[in-house]
């Protein structure tokens, strides 16, 4: 995996271990909420977990926005996208752009469809997936056909 340059300012760093920076971002519990439905922060453990899997059953990058790390975004299972944008750089369509980018490298991978879980509470979540072009096809999956 490369750097992906998303725009001057915005880039896809592919993962690598750094669990200082990151656990920050699971350090706030209405991001913790929002991506797992859980009402704790996480651990150093459960943050190693997580991206031994997504690394693992993919591809996992962190969001770089003028030059700090933001968050990160993945594509792992084949097609299953997830992204988590620290609550002080959301709503800055940080994360419409990341979702863009991957879809881009979802139709260059020669990917037939994408699909995102989000849960029926998160509605900034949803209203950006559908922004994009994703459909709601269950309660808390959405769909997005390339």
């Known amino acids: 995996m490369e750097e992906i340059i998303i ?9 690598y271990p ?7 971002w699971y350090q ?15 651990t150093r453990d459960r943050l ?4 031994n ?3 693992t059953n993919g591809e996992c990058y962190y969001v770089q926005f ?7 975004v993945s594509l792992y299972n084949g097609n299953e996208l997830a ?5 002080e750089y959301q709503n800055q369509h940080i994360g419409r752009k990341c979702i863009q980018e991957m879809i881009q490298q979802a139709k260059e991978r020669g990917l037939k469809e994408l699909i995102a879980n989000i849960y029926s509470f998160n509605q900034q979540s949803r209203k950006m ?6 459909k709601q096809v269950d309660e808390e999956l959405y769909m997005y056909k390339l």
Request: net charge negative; charged share 25%.
């Open 48 to 51: 190693d977990t997580m991206y």
């Open 83 to 87: 992204i988590v944008i620290s609550k």
């Open 28 to 42: 706030d519990s209405d991001v913790c909420k929002q991506v797992d439905n859980i009402d704790t922060l996480y």
């Open 7 to 15: 725009e001057e300012n915005l880039k896809l760093i592919p993962y």
């Open 66 to 72: 003028n030059k700090t790390l933001v968050g990160d």
């Open 129 to 134: 997936f559908e922004s994009i072009g994703f």
């Open 53 to 55: 899997y997504l690394s």
């Open 18 to 24: 750094n669990q200082e920076i990151a656990l920050k």
